[in-house]
Nanobody, 122 residues
């Protein structure tokens, strides 16, 4: 049974930085494609970033140049480094894992974490 657990979310001021972590158990995360999505109050969940099993990355336009997704296979963990945070980045951030790139990238992944709250104050 694959389980994902996010951590690292907190209250931060605009312009600040945060690093979110997503640790996988019950699998070897490096064999999965993994992504980050976010959902703000009253809005639909939206794609943020994805990293393929081979390490290729892709970002939403809204975070490109500010966020970086990476993975540490030894720790079975995927990270989302968020710089230059804006109030509009406030959301619950979820990680996912899927055996297909499209599943992770398009939000149709088999596995999801419980989410971690990021709040950016102005």
């Amino acid at each position: 049974q694959v389980q994902l657990g996010e951590s690292g979310g907190r209250l931060v001021q605009a312009g600040g930085s945060l690093r979110l972590s997503c640790t996988a158990s019950g699998c070897t995360s490096s064999t999965y494609h993994m992504g980050w999505f976010r959902q703000a109050p009253g809005k639909e969940r939206e794609f943020v970033a994805v990293i393929s099993a081979s390490g290729s990355t892709y970002y939403a336009d809204s975070v490109k140049g500010r966020f970086t997704i990476s993975r540490d296979g030894a720790k079975n963990t995927v990270y989302l480094l968020m710089n230059s945070l804006k109030p509009e980045d406030t959301a619950v951030y979820y990680c996912n894992a899927d055996s297909t790139y499209s599943g992770s990238r398009l939000g149709r992944a088999d596995y999801w974490g419980q989410g971690t709250q990021v709040t950016v104050s102005s």
